[in-house]
């Protein structure tokens, strides 16, 4: 694996789905991409079907992705070693990069089921976790977590839980910079009220200098990655990349030092989505999947507007194709975006 984590997309369930992530590799062809969240019971159950065809086609709807969205990590959800090694081991036959574990999530649903940020409670567990998964699969295992929840907060408790999850195998720890309060904030809330505390994160690697250690949380430009990186080993960014995709075409070039190349425009990155919206308009998708992701690729310009809506109406037919991208490219391209 090379140094693809100096900046990564943060997994956003309802987001990085498969489509969004081939949209993200014509912006970034260096950056490690994640899954949205899956829940290793749910890869369980779909594994069990009896019925061959009906069992590949639910771990494709699961874990499936296109080869061009590599370096990808696959985050998983769970408690369970058992079950997180299974999924694990089907990660690593599809070929996956790494295995994420969630440790960061506060939803009430993810709590309920025992996972995500209240882990964090339970290093031991985690421990286990990490360390059943890495045994199935071969591959890395990385954990994503919070700097502390609730009461359990104090600087001291974050490095106890480092120290037991690396001990069980986990090569790196992408640290959300922010506690989560697990009773009486949501998840929205829980992503901006608990302050950020860079300090408790860049004191973290001096103290652990041989572990390897990314910072997420609040991060809005490449400006601000940059400067993190000469504290920490990798930036991993969500909704600011998400929100605003082709502000970040120049990340390959600041970060991961691949050639400068010419300024990204909005309709090179419509145009490169065409083979793969073919392939699954072919396979039974609708378009609306894909051109959802779209619709903040193009801001700041007049106009804007009424070609977000216009793709939107478009793409948004049930009999919609690719001829719609192209439409759209075409769009852009007259105006030189």
Not at 18 to 46: D, K, N
Not at 77 to 89: C, I, K, Q, S, V
Not at 262 to 281: D, F, I, M, N, Y
Request: contains cysteine; glycine residues 8%; aromatic residues 6%.
């Amino acid at each position: 694996m090379t140094q693809a984590y100096r900046f990564s997309v943060a997994p956003m369930l309802d987001y990085t789905d498969r489509h969004f992530r081939v949209l993200m590799r014509q912006i970034s062809r260096a950056s490690l991409l994640y899954t949205e969240m899956v829940v290793a019971q749910a890869i369980h159950h779909a594994n069990q079907d009896p019925d061959a065809g009906s069992r590949a086609a639910r771990l494709e709807r699961l874990i499936g992705f296109d080869p061009i969205e590599k370096p990808l990590a696959l985050q998983l959800g769970g408690d369970d070693p058992a079950l997180l090694a299974e999924a694990a081991g089907l990660a690593a036959e599809r070929g996956f990069d790494e295995i994420n574990l969630n440790v960061g999530c506060p939803s009430e649903k993810v709590r309920q089921g025992r996972f995500g940020a209240c882990l964090m409670a339970d290093p031991q567990r985690v421990a286990a976790c990490v360390q059943a998964m890495g045994h199935a699969s071969g591959l890395p295992i990385t954990v994503k977590h919070r700097i502390g929840i609730d009461d359990l907060d104090s600087y001291e408790a974050l490095l106890r839980f480092v120290d037991t999850v690396t001990a069980g195998g986990a090569c790196r720890l992408a640290v959300h910079a922010r506690k989560a309060w697990l009773n009486g904030l949501d998840p929205k809330q829980n992503r901006t009220i608990p302050p950020l505390r860079y300090d408790l994160v860049h004191q973290l690697k001096r103290d652990r200098p041989a572990l390897t250690i990314e910072l997420n949380g609040g991060l809005g430009t490449l400006e601000e990655c940059l400067v993190q990186l000469q504290r920490v080993d990798g930036v991993m960014v969500g909704r600011a990349v998400y929100e605003h995709p082709l502000r970040w075409s120049s990340v390959d070039a600041a970060i991961h030092e691949r050639p400068s190349q010419e300024p990204l425009k909005a309709s090179t990155v419509v145009r490169g989505l065409l083979p793969h919206a073919e392939r699954w308009q072919q396979s039974g998708g609708r378009l609306w999947a894909i051109a959802r992701h779209l619709v903040h690729l193009v801001e700041g310009v007049p106009g804007a507007r009424h070609w977000r809506a216009q793709l939107s109406r478009e793409a948004g037919a049930r009999d919609a194709g690719p001829e719609v991208l192209e439409r759209a490219a075409l769009q852009l391209e007259a105006r030189g975006l």
